[in-house]
């Protein structure tokens, strides 16, 4: 039986949305977990389409560094230990007040 995913796997795996599971930094980021997995989870996730259907990944403004990956980590989990729910529903609330937010500063304008 495989291993539960961490928030921390999970917050590598949506922080590269960029890079498919053929990606050879996953061996850095995720080490133990094979290509199916990491597939796998990437749907599970949100960030890659299921079967028969393509996700444009947006392209970052700037690569991300090392020093960032690890920030970002260490939010996402502060970020969990704070809301008290798991990773991908923090980011799926995340995701809905930012749109949110943005919709009524359109209406403001």
Same mark, same amino acid.
């Given at each position: 039986? %495989?291993?539960? #995913?961490?928030d +921390? +796997?999970? @917050? !590598?795996?949506l %922080?590269n949305p960029?890079h /498919?599971a053929e990606w *050879? /930094? #996953?061996?850095r980021?995720l080490?133990?977990?094979? $290509?199916? @997995?990491?597939?796998?989870r990437?749907?599970a996730?949100?960030? %890659?389409? $299921?079967q /028969?259907?393509? $996700?444009? @990944?947006?392209e970052?403004s +700037?690569? #991300?560094?090392?020093e960032? *990956? =690890?920030?970002? =980590? *260490?939010l &996402?989990?502060e970020?969990v230990? !704070?809301?008290?729910?798991?990773?991908r529903?923090?980011?799926q609330?995340? &995701? *809905?007040?930012? /749109?949110e937010?943005r919709r009524d !500063?359109?209406c403001?304008a």
């Open positions: 039986m %495989a291993s539960r #995913w961490s +921390e +796997e999970n @917050a !590598a795996i %922080a960029e /498919g *050879r /930094g #996953w061996t980021l080490p133990g977990r094979s $290509k199916s @997995a990491i597939k796998q990437r749907v996730l949100g960030v %890659a389409a $299921k /028969g259907r393509r $996700k444009r @990944a947006q970052p +700037e690569p #991300w560094t090392d960032q *990956r =690890v920030a970002l =980590v *260490r &996402a989990t970020m230990d !704070a809301c008290g729910h798991d990773l529903e923090c980011l609330e995340l &995701a *809905r007040v930012i /749109g937010h !500063a359109r403001r």
